[in-house]
């Protein structure tokens, strides 16, 4: 089981048999209220019967298809409504199957740009620490998480990182983007300075970090990004695979926060997790770069046996479609106030060192213990899901996720029940 400790895991199984809106329902017959839309995925809720139909249907009729030399209508009807909603001028889609799929893929076209270009030289890649771009080679290797990586390397040379945007001392209990940090953009000069900038393919960063622990960007860091990228030609990649479809109120977190990337991969929400599905967007200018040379030539030698799954692209038509008919991004920035206000709320609790909130994201430091680090965060995530709330508990840490339909009310118990565990530990 991926990230499980199996033998503890199979002395006490946690077993869900069924969902349904924002709730689970365990093997034991109780209903648990899903705070982590199953990992960052089910933005609409589940069991949603639009979604559930489009999948039976699809199924029904073209089980699957190559995506090699043919493919199918639904491929392109999907790539049509997710342009759509991506930023301005990115408006070609390459279909892949997971997040971690979507970042390998989006490294390679960022250097195969460069290739196709006549800048061959630009292979470097440039992440960010506590950034998380899922578990292929590649994604690791600009990822800023070490726990991930010391099992599994050597990985890709040729790689650097950007600091962390995160300071508790200038940012606690900040409420959305913090004031403080634009200017730790400017390490990538210093990246430039020791590499060159002919050497450097794209930079790649969450516009919020997510499992390093949702760290909103401080005001005016993108801008930075993006006006130094510029400066220098380097792409500008975006992991929206969290971010993407409405987490923050609008469709991508680059059109929330203002600031639009030559990349976006997505995954995740695509497809409201009901079959795996995940995403590279790219730019015209990008797209237009491989379109050189013969017709019949391959433009991009890359892909995936189930890129494009008939199934996961009626499912993420009809997710889009349910996205747009019950005005779920709409709700997410409707009730994001008030979950902001119940989440820093909770800061006079016992064992509170920070609160971070943005869109419907948040994550709550808890002061470790003197001798035993981590086992706050895990005792509160017992008693939470005891009580029957589902949340995240990675460490001295509790993260939350719902699903965007979530009401007020259900944004009350939530915090009441973290409450109430907090007050609980020792």
């Known amino acids: 089981m991926p990230f499980t400790p199996n033998r503890a895991f199979k002395a006490n199984p946690r077993l869900m048999v069924g969902a349904k809106g924002i709730y689970y329902t365990t093997a034991d017959g109780r ?8 990992l960052w995925c089910v933005n609409a809720g589940h069991g949603q019967e639009r979604i559930t139909q489009a999948i039976r249907d699809a199924a029904g009729q073209l089980d699957y298809v190559s995506s090699f030399q043919m493919s199918h209508p639904l491929a392109f009807r999907a790539a049509e409504r997710i342009a759509a909603l991506a930023p301005e001028g990115l408006d070609h889609v390459f279909f892949v199957n997971s997040g971690s799929e979507a ?12 290739k196709a270009r006549g800048e061959g030289h630009r292979t470097r890649l440039v992440g960010r620490a506590k950034g998380y771009h899922g578990m292929g080679f590649g994604g690791l290797s600009v990822a800023g998480m070490g726990r991930h990586k010391r099992e599994f390397g050597p990985l890709l040379p040729g790689v650097d990182h950007l600091p962390h945007t995160y300071s508790r001392e200038h940012q606690a209990f900040s409420r959305g983007q913090p004031e403080w940090g634009a200017h730790l953009a400017d390490a990538l000069e210093h990246i430039v300075e020791v590499n060159d900038a002919s050497t ?9 970090t997510g499992s390093g622990g949702v760290l909103p960007p401080p005001k005016g860091y993108l801008e930075r990004l993006r006006a130094i990228c ?11 695979v969290i971010t993407g479809f409405g987490r923050l109120g609008a469709p991508f977190g680059s059109s929330a926060l203002g600031v639009t990337p030559d990349i976006i991969t997505c995954a995740k929400g695509m497809s409201n997790g009901a079959v795996p599905m995940g995403g590279v967007i ?10 050189q040379g013969p017709e019949a030539a391959i433009e991009l030698l890359h892909g995936y046996t189930y890129s494009g799954h008939p199934l996961a692209c009626a499912a993420a038509i009809a997710a889009m479609d349910v996205y747009e008919e019950q005005d779920i991004f709409a709700n997410c920035a409707r009730v994001s106030k008030h979950w ?21 994201l948040c994550a709550i430091d808890l002061v470790p213990k003197a001798d035993a680090a981590g086992t706050r965060g895990v005792a ?3 008693k939470c899901y005891e009580a029957g709330v589902l949340v995240r508990a990675p460490g001295d840490m509790i993260v939350l996720s719902p699903p965007l339909i979530i009401t007020n009310s259900e944004i009350d118990h939530i915090f009441e ?10």
């Open 31 to 38: 209903r648990v209220l899903d705070g982590m839309a199953g």
């Open 103 to 114: 970042v390998d893929s989006a490294l390679k076209i960022a250097r195969a740009y460069h």
């Open 200 to 208: 450097i393919a794209a930079v790649i960063v969450e516009p919020v």
């Open 230 to 240: 510029d400066k220098y030609g380097i792409l500008l990649i975006f992991d929206e």
């Open 282 to 291: 790219t730019s015209a200018k990008v797209y237009d770069a491989f379109m």
């Open 340 to 360: 902001e206000e119940q989440a820093h709320a909770l800061r006079s609790e016992p064992h509170i060192a920070d609160i971070r909130n943005i869109g419907l």
């Open 380 to 382: 509160v995530g017992a």
């Open 417 to 426: 029940t973290v409450r109430t565990a907090i007050r609980a530990i020792d």
